[in-house]
């Protein structure tokens, strides 16, 4: 019996792992984020006048989740020093490396959304700043105020020009964020499960379904017990539901069009995803599919959608769902015997760099995070002027 295991183990050996757990949550924040700056601009850059009273609060949440994000790449390089090889080394082959691209943009992304939320609460620090008792204080609020002390009718056009534009430039960037991620896997051509240029589009495709969900997730519970209303806005959660339901079924397709055309037409690599799918049967269909998508999408398109709980439930599934896609894509994908057949079998850590602690102590930092900027911000000023109708008039 020990030789079928030694004989099992030999013919299932692959390269060391490179990538835990780190990766498919770093994968799964920049996605969200980027979805939730997409909502936000819905009202910001489109104009569409429902979403307003959620945008603040959306972009505000598109800027956290980028800045928790990061700190999953630096706890993966086990020597959070080696970050600096990022910038020392590498850049003759910046035009063929994805993760070059990667760390302009998250320098560059979450800057613009910064500027872009500081545009917007701009009067709130102008106010803040004159009513500041101490130097400190007034300091503080004129640098979030970036300066600009000036309240006038032509400065305020001028900040909601430079916010428009800032939104603009933002919906490219936020989706290259998240796009550039797809294009590392994808471009690994050894790997059957990566290797398909549909990867970018399928990591945005999901990450609207995060995204989305984690604000369904959220909002009820800002909105009961951390905004003046006090009350959860019915009317934004079956909105919200709805783009949901839509997010699902354009991931549905993409995931549609890329199993359809990589299993059959793959050559050997096709057999292969036969074989990985059939032996993760279970926790692809059963769970990823069925449960964390298609109930989910039954739920929003029904008459279940007219009731918060069920919207709760919906965007929790789906957010949980779209982690353990990148989960069995990123560490399932390494999975895969390269040179013989079998699959490589992965168990967390508990505890040390790339653990599950490790992961829960980021989760901490992102809420700790959105709790400091929530503070800072007037968010549930805005969501709730909005409600009470003092910007109508302006749209």
């Known amino acids: 019996m020990e030789i079928f295991e030694s004989l099992f183990t030999i013919s299932s050996v692959t390269p060391d792992r490179p990538w835990g757990l780190n990766i498919p949550n770093y994968f799964w924040f920049t996605g969200s984020s980027a979805a939730a700056f997409i909502i936000a601009s819905f009202a910001h850059v489109f104009g569409i006048r429902k979403y307003k009273p959620v945008a603040g609060f959306s972009l505000l949440l598109a800027f956290v989740l980028l800045v928790a994000a990061p700190l999953?790449?630096?706890?993966?390089?086990?020597?959070?020093?080696?970050?600096?090889?990022?910038?020392l080394y590498g850049w003759d082959h910046f035009l063929t490396s994805p993760m070059k691209w990667g760390v302009l943009l998250l320098m560059a992304y979450p800057l613009l959304i910064l500027f872009e939320a500081l545009l917007l609460y701009r009067t709130h620090f102008v106010h803040k700043a004159q009513e500041a008792s101490s130097a400190l204080a007034r300091g503080f609020y004129r640098l979030m105020a970036l300066g600009n002390m000036r309240l006038d009718e032509a400065a305020l056009q001028k900040d909601e020009k430079r916010g428009f534009v800032l939104g603009a430039i933002g919906i490219p960037l936020a989706l290259s964020v998240h796009g550039y991620t797809g294009y590392i896997l994808g471009a690994v051509q050894a790997n059957p499960l990566w290797s398909t240029p549909l990867m970018p589009v399928l990591f945005l495709a999901s990450?609207?379904?995060?995204?989305?969900g984690l604000l369904i997730v959220l909002l009820p519970i800002v909105q009961r017990y951390f905004s003046p209303m006090q009350r959860?806005?019915?009317?934004?959660?079956?909105?919200?539901?709805?783009?949901?339901?839509?997010f699902i079924v354009i991931d549905l397709v993409v995931r549609f069009f890329w199993l359809t055309f990589a299993m059959p037409f793959a050559g050997d690599s096709g057999y292969t995803l036969v074989e990985y799918f059939r032996h993760h049967f279970v926790g692809v269909v059963y769970v990823e599919y069925l449960l964390c998508l298609i109930v989910p999408m039954i739920i929003v398109f029904s008459p279940l959608a007219k009731r918060v709980g069920w919207v709760f439930l919906a965007g929790l599934i789906t957010a949980v769902g779209v982690w353990l896609f990148r989960w069995n894509t990123v560490v399932g994908g390494q999975g895969i015997g390269r040179t013989a057949t079998g699959f490589l079998e992965h168990t967390p850590h508990w505890f040390g760099p790339d653990s599950i602690t490790a992961i829960m102590a980021n989760w901490g930092a992102f809420i700790a995070i959105l709790a400091i900027v929530m503070l800072i911000f007037p968010w549930d000023r805005e969501m709730a002027e909005h409600y009470q109708g003092e910007h109508h008039g302006k749209e």
Do not use: C, E, Y
């Open 72 to 87: 999953n790449l630096i706890d993966d390089l086990r020597q959070p020093g080696r970050l600096f090889n990022f910038f």
């Open 232 to 246: 959860v806005d019915g009317d934004m959660m079956l909105a919200l539901a709805r783009l949901l339901g839509w």
């Open 207 to 212: 990450a609207m379904v995060s995204g989305a």
